[in-house]
């Protein structure tokens, strides 16, 4: 059973950057697809960015768009999502998921294992 595990939710000002970090225990990722997904309070889950198997991110969040960057290390052992201008409304919990799905991945391609979640917090 593949087990996610999210890290770098942190309080950052407005217009700050923070890096999250998916890891997967004693697996590496580079069989899956990685998503990534934020849930504000009150509000849907939101999908924000995926790397494929392959390597081909699609975003899907306008926005975040040219604020959010997803990337794999070499090693296929963690997913990042480097964010950037970070604004009030990207307060929520983030979650990283994984997909088994070796086409081009999008918000809907078979997340079947999903972490805890790290809460990012953006206040001033």
């Known amino acids: 059973q593949l087990q996610l595990v999210e890290s770098g939710g942190a309080l950052v000002q407005p217009g700050g950057s923070l890096r999250l970090s998916c890891t997967a225990s004693?697996?590496?990722?580079?069989?899956?697809?990685i998503g990534w997904f934020r849930q504000a309070p009150g509000k849907k889950r939101e999908g924000l960015s995926c790397i494929s198997i392959s390597g081909i991110i699609t975003n899907f969040a306008d926005s975040v768009k040219g604020r959010f960057t997803i990337s794999r290390d070499n090693a296929k052992t963690t997913v990042y999502l480097q964010m950037n201008s970070l604004k009030p409304d990207d307060t929520a919990v983030y979650y990283c998921?994984?997909?088994?799905?070796?086409?081009?991945?999008?918000?809907?391609?078979?997340?079947?294992?999903w972490g805890q979640g790290t809460q990012v917090t953006v206040s001033s």
């Open positions: 998921a994984a997909s088994p799905y070796s086409g081009v991945c999008n918000a809907e391609t078979g997340y079947r294992y």
């Open positions: 004693g697996y590496t990722l580079q069989y899956y697809a």
